[in-house]
């Protein structure tokens, strides 16, 4: 059974000042998450599934997600701020996505094996 990578990038990039997901970095326009699949494929993982937001899900998905669809399985999970375990409620004012524990979440309906988790701006 080859592992997942779970890549988290939903994050509003408040302090940066944007989408630093989407930023390409590379001399051929690569984003810094493409560095990642691309090693994470070469060590034998089978997956990589995205933890984003659903206002820039189509962005996202032709920026990155297709460049990977005919090297690895690609999913999509979405994280959101109403997506809270019951008994909880969302405080007045909140925006910002709620962080980890909640991405890794958020994706587990599509990982039912090893998986490794990572933050879409780290490499």
Same mark, same amino acid.
């Given at each position: ?12 990039? =408040? ?26 494929? %070469? ?17 996202? !998905?032709?920026?990155?997600?297709? %460049? ?11 994280? =959101? #701020?109403?997506? #809270?375990?019951?008994?909880?409620? #969302? ?16 994706? !587990? ?15």
């Amino acid at each position: 059974m080859k592992p997942t990578l779970l890549i988290m990038a939903a994050g509003m990039g =408040s302090r940066y000042g944007g989408l630093k997901q989407l930023d390409p970095v590379g001399p051929n326009g690569e984003t810094l998450l493409e560095y990642s699949i691309f090693d994470a494929i %070469k060590a034998g993982f089978g997956k990589v599934v995205f933890v984003i937001r659903h206002d820039f899900e189509d962005a996202f !998905k032709e920026q990155v997600g297709s %460049k990977f669809t005919d090297k690895i399985d690609v999913a999509y999970a979405f994280q =959101s #701020l109403e997506d #809270l375990p019951e008994g909880f409620t #969302l405080p007045e004012g909140r925006t910002k996505p709620w962080g980890t524990g909640q991405a890794v979440l958020a994706a !587990k309906d599509l990982i039912k094996e090893p998986f490794c988790v990572q933050n879409a701006d780290d490499f």
